[in-house]
């Protein structure tokens, strides 16, 4: 016991110390401390073994050319060899890497192309948090979850291109691989549909603060550059098309697919039981499928009952419900949620769904459910008892639409707020719920939904810093994360933000960086 105890303290003293100076986010799996430094300078020799490492190699040449010529002027000694493999044979699973660093050497290290992409990720946030002079360690690391995800909600705020490619980037260097992209609700319709050109020309028009704001939307070209930009970061892009509900834009261009809807719900929801709803979405879907190589399409499924009020008193989907022996209005619902998991499979792809879906019967090979009703922990848990694959994103903590600090005026609360210790804990305090399921949590994500975010500069105060806990909790072992050396290594990730010229919320100092005004007079606190 005793000899026991003196072995796990020597480990720390060695291992602890390390992970506190290195300044890498999110926190390796296992990182061992070396003696002395690697400094990159101009004279660093760097060789690949061929294919993506020459590819990855030629990046990391002109990436490291910044420290070549700071150490040039310093007329330090030159010499030194990073080298870059990817060898299949080392065994290691997707996404994992080693990278070890001595005085004299690199060595960069994977089995799959993602690990030597995060390789190389790693040594340049260490290189950068240290002018160029890495200190000698060796670095063992895999992720937690295959799913790291961020999603943002362009159909309430567009933000265009060049935003998007710069969280890309951030992405990437925090690991984070998946971007789940809301382009259609209620307020505009943000995707081009060759076949379906009002889509654009009605369905585009208008955003949350603004219903007469002129049409935003990315055409097919736009798509396909972002989709590419993201694989070469290795993010695999996630569209959502939201249905039955969240329709009013699709529907408000082609009123025929309308489900009706009251009131502010006006076209809320598609129509339920006609043939020719299930045929445009079908058609819909063959150009989404074809724009998006990922083997997942998003298509919402939340929160029907906001605006099916029509579903009750329309005669003929009444009569449609009893022909087909549905229980009620919320079976029809379900069999929607069915139609289109078939349609979905019909593309060759997976449907993912928010959580109201693990009600609807589908078979668990053909769904992924996205848990995010924090206050129904049951529907998690019934999720994953049916056997579906589960992504977790529960509004608390990991919605980003609600408040960081309890000084802020403009956001969500909901019995608190989301701050950034709470993510950083995430998935802690729900654990219990998923032991023994471990196969099926395929990971977690940040959601950003964008009602009182129009601006880019707000964009960045409610995603930064805290999307840099998310990574951290999405690849982070548990007994890996310590919250005191995460703000220890903070700044280094901050820095990084400022020199995007990002506007995210410093928890350091909040008074340095006030809250950006609500877009509007009602955009103040809202409860739930
Ligand atoms: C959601 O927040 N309605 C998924």
Same mark, same amino acid.
Request: proline share 6%; aromatic share 10%; net charge neutral.
């Given at each position: 016991?005793?000899?026991?105890?003196?072995?796990?303290?020597?480990?720390?003293?060695?291992?602890?110390?390390?992970?506190?100076?290195?300044?890498?986010?999110?926190?390796?799996?296992?990182?061992?401390?070396?003696?002395?430094?690697?400094?990159?300078?101009?004279?660093?020799?760097?060789?690949?073994?061929?294919?993506?490492?020459?590819?990855?190699?030629?990046?990391?040449?002109?990436?490291?050319?910044?420290?070549?010529?700071?150490?040039?002027?310093?007329?330090?000694?030159?010499?030194?060899?990073?080298?870059?493999?990817?060898?299949?044979?080392?065994?290691?699973?997707?996404?994992?890497?080693?990278?070890?660093?001595?005085?004299?050497?690199?060595?960069?290290?994977?089995?799959?192309?993602?690990?030597?992409?995060?390789?190389?990720?790693?040594?340049?946030?260490?290189?950068?948090?240290?002018?160029?002079?890495?200190?000698?360690?060796?670095?063992?690391?895999?992720?937690?979850?295959?799913?790291?995800?961020?999603?943002?909600?362009?159909?309430?705020?567009?933000?265009?291109? %060049?935003?998007?490619?710069?969280? @890309? *980037?951030?992405? !990437? &260097? #925090?690991?984070?691989?998946?971007?789940?992209?809301?382009?259609? +609700?209620?307020?505009?319709?943000?995707?081009?549909?060759?076949?379906?050109?009002?889509?654009?020309?009605?369905?585009?028009?208008?955003?949350?603060?603004?219903?007469?704001?002129?049409?935003?939307?990315?055409?097919?070209?736009?798509?396909?550059?972002?989709?590419?930009?993201?694989?070469?970061?290795?993010?695999?892009?996630?569209?959502?098309?939201?249905?039955?509900?969240?329709?009013?834009?699709?529907?408000?261009?082609?009123?025929?697919?309308?489900?009706?809807?009251?009131?502010?719900?006006?076209?809320?929801?598609?129509?339920?039981?006609?043939?020719?709803?299930? %045929?445009?979405?079908?058609?819909? @879907? *063959?150009?989404? !499928? &074809? #724009?998006?190589?990922?083997?997942?399409?998003?298509?919402?499924? +939340?929160?029907?009952?906001?605006?099916?009020?029509?579903?009750?008193?329309?005669?003929?989907?009444?009569?449609?419900?009893?022909?087909?022996?549905?229980?009620?209005?919320?079976?029809?619902?379900?069999?929607?949620?069915?139609?289109?998991?078939?349609?979905?499979?019909?593309?060759?792809?997976?449907?993912?769904?928010?959580?109201?879906?693990?009600?609807?019967?589908?078979?668990?090979?053909?769904?992924?459910?996205?848990?995010?009703?924090?206050?129904?922990?049951?529907?998690?848990?019934?999720?994953?008892?049916?056997?579906?694959?589960?992504?977790?994103?529960?509004?608390?903590?990991?919605?980003?639409?609600?408040?960081?600090?309890?000084?802020?005026?403009?956001?969500?609360?909901?019995?608190?707020?989301?701050?950034?210790?709470?993510?950083?804990?995430?998935?802690?305090?729900?654990?219990?719920?998923?032991?023994?399921?471990?196969?099926?949590?395929?990971?977690?994500?940040?959601?950003?939904?964008?009602?009182?975010?129009?601006?880019?500069?707000?964009?960045?105060?409610?995603?930064?810093?805290?999307?840099?806990?998310?990574?951290?909790?999405?690849?982070?072992?548990?007994?890996?994360?310590?919250?005191?050396?995460?703000?220890?290594?903070?700044?280094?990730?901050?820095?990084?933000?400022?020199?995007?010229?990002?506007?995210?919320?410093?928890?350091?100092?909040?008074?340095?960086?006030?809250?950006?005004?609500?877009?509007?007079?009602?955009?103040?606190?809202?409860?739930?």
């Amino acid at each position: 016991m005793k000899k026991i105890f003196i072995f796990i303290a020597l480990s720390l003293m060695t291992v602890l110390p390390v992970a506190a100076q290195q300044a890498l986010i999110p926190t390796p799996s296992r990182i061992q401390g070396g003696r002395g430094a690697f400094t990159i300078t101009s004279g660093v020799r760097i060789v690949s073994g061929g294919g993506y490492a020459d590819t990855l190699a030629t990046r990391l040449q002109e990436e490291l050319q910044e420290f070549g010529k700071r150490s040039a002027e310093k007329q330090e000694k030159s010499g030194g060899v990073i080298s870059l493999r990817l060898d299949k044979s080392l065994g290691m699973p997707d996404e994992a890497y080693m990278l070890h660093v001595t005085p004299d050497s690199i060595a960069l290290r994977a089995s799959s192309e993602s690990g030597l992409f995060y390789a190389r990720e790693a040594l340049l946030q260490l290189a950068r948090s240290a002018g160029g002079t890495v200190r000698a360690c060796r670095i063992d690391d895999r992720p937690r979850y295959a799913w790291r995800g961020f999603m943002l909600d362009e159909s309430r705020h567009f933000f265009g291109k %060049e935003k998007v490619k710069q969280y @890309l *980037d951030i992405m !990437a &260097a #925090l690991r984070l691989n998946v971007f789940h992209w809301h382009l259609t +609700d209620e307020p505009g319709w943000r995707i081009e549909i060759k076949r379906y050109p009002l889509l654009t020309a009605e369905g585009a028009k208008g955003n949350w603060h603004d219903p007469k704001a002129p049409a935003a939307f990315y055409t097919q070209d736009d798509i396909r550059e972002i989709v590419a930009y993201a694989a070469d970061r290795h993010i695999m892009v996630v569209p959502e098309f939201d249905m039955p509900g969240h329709a009013t834009a699709v529907c408000r261009a082609y009123p025929e697919v309308s489900g009706g809807g009251e009131g502010k719900w006006k076209h809320f929801t598609f129509h339920p039981c006609k043939e020719e709803t299930f %045929e445009f979405i079908s058609n819909v @879907l *063959d150009e989404i !499928a &074809a #724009l998006f190589p990922a083997p997942y399409i998003h298509i919402g499924g +939340d929160e029907v009952h906001y605006g099916n009020q029509s579903w009750f008193t329309d005669p003929e989907i009444q009569q449609f419900i009893r022909d087909r022996n549905l229980e009620n209005e919320k079976g029809l619902e379900q069999y929607f949620i069915r139609r289109a998991a078939d349609i979905v499979a019909s593309k060759g792809k997976t449907m993912i769904g928010w959580d109201e879906i693990a009600d609807a019967g589908v078979s668990p090979d053909k769904a992924v459910i996205m848990w995010w009703r924090h206050d129904r922990k049951h529907q998690l848990v019934k999720a994953l008892e049916n056997g579906y694959r589960v992504i977790m994103t529960p509004r608390r903590p990991l919605y980003a639409d609600f408040i960081q600090h309890g000084s802020h005026k403009v956001g969500r609360v909901w019995g608190g707020y989301n701050p950034l210790e709470d993510i950083h804990r995430f998935p802690a305090p729900i654990t219990n719920l998923t032991q023994g399921y471990d196969d099926q949590v395929m990971g977690m994500q940040f959601s950003l939904w964008t009602e009182r975010v129009a601006d880019p500069r707000r964009l960045d105060y409610m995603t930064f810093p805290r999307l840099i806990a998310v990574a951290e909790s999405a690849w982070t072992p548990a007994g890996a994360k310590d919250y005191s050396l995460f703000m220890q290594r903070l700044p280094a990730i901050l820095k990084m933000l400022d020199a995007k010229g990002i506007y995210y919320f410093n928890p350091f100092d909040p008074a340095s960086t006030p809250e950006p005004g609500a877009p509007d007079k009602d955009d103040v606190l809202k409860n739930g």
